[in-house]
């Protein structure tokens, strides 16, 4: 069993940078694949980026190159650094996990995480 906490979220003004974190607890941390993805009103949940056990990334066009993804496996904590943000941005965004020990296949399929936070608000404004 895996339990996510997210943090981070807030309101943010187009063009600013925010730092999301998802504490991880009850399991061996490092072999999960750990992701980020986010709902927008009205809108189905979609894929942001994903961090493997191994290390790979993976990033959705619509955040490469301004978001990234990192984790710290001394304090079971992924995060998700934003930077240069657009309205469209704003979202809730969830931590999800994977695992344990899995291939980098179907990372940025939502039906193949086990576990999911809670979700963090993040709103950017023009």
């Known amino acids: 069993q895996v339990q996510l906490v997210e943090s981070g979220g807030g309101l943010v003004q187009a063009g600013d940078s925010l730092r999301l974190a998802c504490a991880a607890s009850?399991?061996?941390?490092?072999?999960?694949?750990m992701a980020w993805f986010r709902q927008a009103p009205g809108k189905e949940r979609e894929f942001v980026v994903a961090l493997t056990w191994t290390g790979g990334t993976y990033y959705a066009d619509s955040v490469k190159g301004r978001f990234i993804i990192s984790r710290d496996n001394a304090k079971n904590t992924v995060y998700l650094q934003m930077n240069s943000l657009k309205p469209e941005d704003t979202a809730i965004y969830y931590c999800a996990a994977r695992g344990p020990y899995l291939a980098a296949t179907l990372v940025s399929d939502d039906d193949a995480y086990n576990y999911w936070g809670q979700g963090t608000q993040v709103t950017v404004s023009s």
């Open positions: 009850g399991s061996t941390f490092t072999s999960y694949n």
